[in-house]
């Protein structure tokens, strides 16, 4: 192999390595409860079907509506009780937010009960999380 093109895949795999490690360094800490349907309507979109991976925020991202149909991934990294010491079911999802958690919230990300089965074990009802937009 010729020195430009091993120097080349090089820098590629250094690239793919840090944008690896800035993704995992800007996850944020929070926990994730559930809701269950109807889910319309919601506070950014009325009556429109949004789907079921959704989600309510809660006033940690909400900012006044700024988060309307903001897209967020979310990983399940552990138990909040001892109910279900290992709710999670690995991998992440990635869900929209459609609607706000009020005051009292108990979850930073109250997600679609879909969403949330998708990540871990409903049965839990609150987990914590790691999210990122």
Known sequence: MAEGA???I???VMAMAAATLLS???AIQGTATYYTPPYVPSSCNGYQDDGVMIAAASDAIWNNRAACNKRYSVRCTGATNQGVPQPCRGGSIVV???D???PGCQGTIDLSQEAFAMIADPNAGKI???YNE
Request: proline share 6%; net charge positive; aromatic share 6%.
């Open 6 to 8: 091993r120097a080349a």
């Open 10 to 12: 090089m820098i590629m």
């Open 24 to 26: 995992v360094a800007s």
């Open 96 to 98: 929209r937010i459609v």
């Open 100 to 102: 706000y958690c009020p």
């Open 128 to 130: 914590q999380i790691e």
